[in-house]
C-alpha cells in the first residue's frame, strides 16, 4: 500500500504516514536578514546574497552598518534538509570577496551577519 501524506495548510503542517515516519511542520519557509557591517574606513561596500543584484540598497558606507530583508526565501521539505548561502562584498558590479555559510532548519535564527573589514568578509548566523 502506498504512503498517505495529509498537508494542512493553515497550519502549515505536512505529515505523511508509512514506514512510522511522520515530521510535522514540514514544509517550513523563512526569509533570510542581512546584518551588513562594513568595518573598512575608505570605501564602502556592497555587501548581497546568493544572485542578488548590486544596488544603492545594499551599499554600505565606510564604518557603518545595516539590517535588511532579504527577498531570499528557503524552504525546508525536512530536518535534515541544509541551505548554502553565499555571501559576497563587491564594488562597481563585481565581486571582490566572497564565502557562503550553512543553514541548518534548528538554527534559532535565520540572520545572517556579514562584516566586511577592507580585504576580506565572513559569514556566520547570529
Not at 548581497?48 to 535588511?68: Q, T
Not at 535534515?80 to 538554527?107: F, M, Q, Y
Request: hydrophobic share 35%.
Amino acid at each position: 500500500m502506498g504512503t498517505v501524506c495529509l498537508t494542512t495548510v493553515s497550519m502549515n503542517t505536512h505529515a505523511c504516514g508509512g514506514g512510522g515516519s511522520s515530521e510535522l511542520g514540514y514544509p517550513r519557509t523563512l526569509n533570510l536578514r542581512l546584518h551588513a557591517i562594513n568595518n573598512e574606513t575608505v570605501n564602502s561596500i556592497h555587501i548581497l546574497l546568493n544572485n542578488e543584484a548590486y544596488d544603492p540598497s545594499n551599499r554600505v558606507n565606510v564604518v557603518s552598518w545595516f539590517n535588511r530583508q532579504s527577498a531570499i526565501q528557503l524552504t525546508w521539505q525536512n530536518k535534515d534538509d541544509l541551505h548554502t548561502i553565499l555571501v559576497r562584498a563587491g564594488r562597481n558590479g563585481s565581486d571582490i570577496k566572497t564565502t557562503s555559510t550553512p543553514i541548518h532548519d534548528n538554527e534559532s535564527t535565520k540572520t545572517i551577519r556579514a562584516p566586511w573589514d577592507g580585504t576580506d568578509i565572513a559569514a556566520t548566523l547570529e
